[in-house]
């Protein structure tokens, strides 16, 4: 059992319960708070009352962190248990990761691929040469269709096992995903025709456990792996490629089936308040908020839907009339 010191221990055990029964593990932002009090105990904290300077001093770059990932959800940590002091009465300054903020102005740009271009991304995927000492030839052609035909992360797809994979009822399952949202996709016809010919070719045992995408010795494959080669494939499909970290990305795939589904269900006529909540559950997203961002770079990319979209967002900016 994790024991917390300093004044805020009390309260930050409230708060990771709060979390806990709402559904949240909160195993790593536990451990992040246990070290917040142990650094109250340090700094001669003595108050529970989160002040600015000792935000600021715990939202400092430690020497043991490597990226700033760690830092960030460190900080983020205290940011929510910040909102949690408030909604209790306490005073409580919610911290603010300036230097982060300044980092993500670099950040990758999301790149939509055409409809042609992922046409093109295919076609290469199905003519990638054999090789005895590789199962690219077999694994990318089905990976990169999961990824478009599902919206899956690609660390979600690279982490699937034999026993995610629903085949009586054609349903893969997505656990411990990001935001620890687990959740059941079904997919298409032609998907899962194309699963069951790849799994009859990679895994004609079916050993439960095994990974679905693995390289010739059985192991799981990489991130890394995938990105060397799916930036070989950007090459064999004439798509040019900005050099790391500029993408496209294999991420972008995801961008790319949420803009797309949008704009078909845009020229379908389908009620975009309906089809939003489910995109939102089918993507893992967090919130609502994140989905509809989507709609944005559907209308940037395709200017016909550009008035649908207004259709549904009219209300945020009413017309003012002079």
């Known amino acids: 059992m994790m024991v917390f010191s300093g004044p805020f221990a009390r309260l930050i055990e409230g708060f990771i319960d709060l979390k806990r029964s709402t559904g949240f593990k909160y195993i790593k932002e536990a451990a992040y708070l246990q070290q917040f009090g142990n650094f109250c105990v340090s700094e001669g904290i003595t108050e529970p009352v989160l002040t600015k300077k000792l935000a600021d001093e715990w939202c400092e770059k430690f020497p043991h962190e490597k990226g700033r990932n760690d830092t960030q959800q460190r900080i ?28 993500r102005k670099s950040e990758f740009s999301v790149y939509v691929f055409t409809h042609s271009e992922m ?33 899956l992360r690609i660390m979600e797809a690279l982490n699937l096992q034999l026993k995610h994979v629903d085949f009586s009822e054609r349903i893969i399952q997505i656990t411990n995903a990001k935001f620890d949202k687990d959740r059941h996709l079904p997919l298409s016809d032609s998907m899962w025709a194309s699963l069951q010919e790849y799994c009859a070719v990679m895994h004609p045992r079916h050993y439960t456990e095994d990974y679905l995408f693995v390289g010739i010795s059985r192991a799981q494959l990489t991130h890394h792996c995938i990105y060397i080669r799916f930036r070989e494939l950007l090459v064999m499909a004439g798509i040019p490629h900005a050099g790391r970290g500029s993408g496209p990305r294999v991420h972008d795939i995801r961008h790319t089936f949420c803009c797309h589904t949008l704009q078909k ?6 009620d975009l308040t309906n089809m939003l909540p489910l995109l939102c559950e089918y993507l893992g997203h967090e919130s609502l908020t994140a989905t509809s961002r989507y709609l944005r770079m559907t209308a940037e990319v395709y200017p016909s839907v550009q008035e649908a979209v207004e259709r549904l967002c009219a209300h945020v900016i009413p017309r003012v009339e002079l």
């Open 119 to 151: 046409e093109a991304i295919f076609e290469q995927s199905n003519h990638i040469y054999p090789n005895r000492r590789s199962t690219m030839h077999l694994v990318l052609p089905v990976l990169i269709r999961l990824l478009y035909s599902s919206g």
């Open 265 to 270: 269900a845009i020229q379908a006529g389908s």
């Open 76 to 103: 983020t940590c205290l940011r929510q248990f910040a909102l949690y002091l408030i909604s209790l009465g306490h005073n409580a300054y919610i911290p603010v990761n300036q230097a982060h903020i300044r980092q």
